[in-house]
Structures are given as C-alpha cells and as structure tokens.
T-cell receptor, first 115, second 110 residues
C-alpha cells in the first residue's frame, strides 16, 4: 500500500527566508507526486506535480520540488517566503492510468510566516 | 472553464440524523468524481470515486454512501450520522491526473 509522510507538522519561518517542506513516500512503482496548498476553510489548490521527466519541477507561486527516487522524497522549496504563503501544505502520491485521482495524502504541514 | 460547486458549505447535525452533501461540476462531461474527507488534524482520505452515472466505488468501509444520479452530480449521504462522521468533506474531479477540488463542506455532528 502507498503512504506519505510529512515529518513536520508545523513550521515557522520569517518573511523573506527560504523554505523547505519535507515529504517521503512509499510506493511500489513509479509514483505520481503532488503538492497541494490549503488556506483555512478552503479547498485544495495544486502547486505542482511530478509524473516523469525532469526531477526538478516548477510550480505556481514560485514553488519548486525535487523528486529523489533514491531517497523516496519529494521536498517542496521556495527561496523567499511571502506572508501570503501561510497555509497548510499537503504532499500526495498516486498512480496513473485508471487510478488517476485516487491519491494518498500526507497529514499536512502548517506553515506560519512571521513578518 | 470548469468549476465545481459544493453545498452546503457548513452543516451542524445531531447524531442519528440523515446527511446529504451535494457536488456539481460544470464545464466538462463524464468527469471522474471523488469524495475525500479531512478529519481534524489529519490529511485527506479518499472515501468514494465514480467514473460514470450509477458507478460508485468505495475505498473504505464506513457509515456513508455515495450516488451519482447525473453525469455531473455526485452526492454523499448517510442515513444515521455518527460523531466520527464530523469532518471537512471535499469533492474533486480529475483531469489529466490532476485533481480539482471544491470549496468543501464542513460537517459537525453533535
């Protein structure tokens, strides 16, 4: 069975500082990997996804993530955090084909940004 | 463009009462639709998915059921709510491997 671990429940950074959110997954085949962001009381918005190809993927809002197969990781990074980035971030793993949309999510990382 | 609507946005129900949450997608046809639940302090868990009218697959055993009476309508129901049914319910549809979520329905069972 597939699983996702986000080791950090809560991270606090200062505005302008760099950010890295960790994600480790367990999956038997080549995974489809996603990062979503959720503002309080809202639905989820896709930041970026990895299906194949270049292991460094660029997303919206200046985020990027790197797929490292040897470490089973898909960490999310941003070089300079803005106050509006405060939200909860979810890493997810899934399969392709007929299993599109059937994702396993991590428990989320809450990001607080200090001015 | 495609949009997804959920209602009601917020619901407070007593234990043992029925439930109906509705999800409607616009701007696409024959979408794959999903119900996810987000319990407090936890990630999202897939409850049901549907690839077409009348076709429902359940991912976890539970007190809830789902139906798809029309192509772009997906309903989550319960005959008798439990306290453990409280949570944030998200409907989503899938296009090219990417999930698009609705704004969610927050259910509190008292």
């Amino acid at each position: 069975a597939q699983s996702v671990t986000q080791p950090d429940i809560h991270i606090t950074v200062s505005e302008g500082a760099s950010l890295e959110l960790r994600c480790n997954y367990s999956y038997g085949a080549t995974p489809y990997l996603f990062w979503y962001v959720q503002s309080p009381g809202q639905g989820l918005q896709l930041l970026l996804k990895y299906f194949s190809g270049d292991t460094l993927v660029q997303g919206i809002k200046g985020f990027e993530a790197e797929f490292k197969r040897s470490q089973s990781s898909f960490n999310l990074r941003k070089p300079s955090v803005h106050w509006s980035d405060a939200a909860e971030y979810f890493c997810a793993v899934g399969a392709g084909g007929t299993s599109y949309g059937k994702l396993t999510f991590g428990q989320g990382t809450i990001l607080t940004v200090h001015p | 463009s495609q949009t997804i609507h959920q209602w009601p946005a917020t619901l407070v129900q007593p234990v043992g009462s029925p439930l109906s949450l509705e999800c409607t997608v616009e701007g696409t046809s024959n979408p794959n639709l999903y119900w996810y639940r987000q319990a407090a302090g936890r990630g999202l868990q897939l409850l049901f998915y549907s690839v077409g009218i009348g076709q429902i697959s359940s991912e976890v055993p539970q007190n809830l059921s789902a139906s798809r009476p029309q192509d772009r309508q997906f309903i989550l129901s319960s005959k008798k709510l439990l306290l453990s049914d409280s949570g944030f319910y998200l409907c989503a549809w899938n296009m090219a491997g990417e999930l698009f979520f609705g704004e969610g329905s927050r259910l509190t069972v008292l």
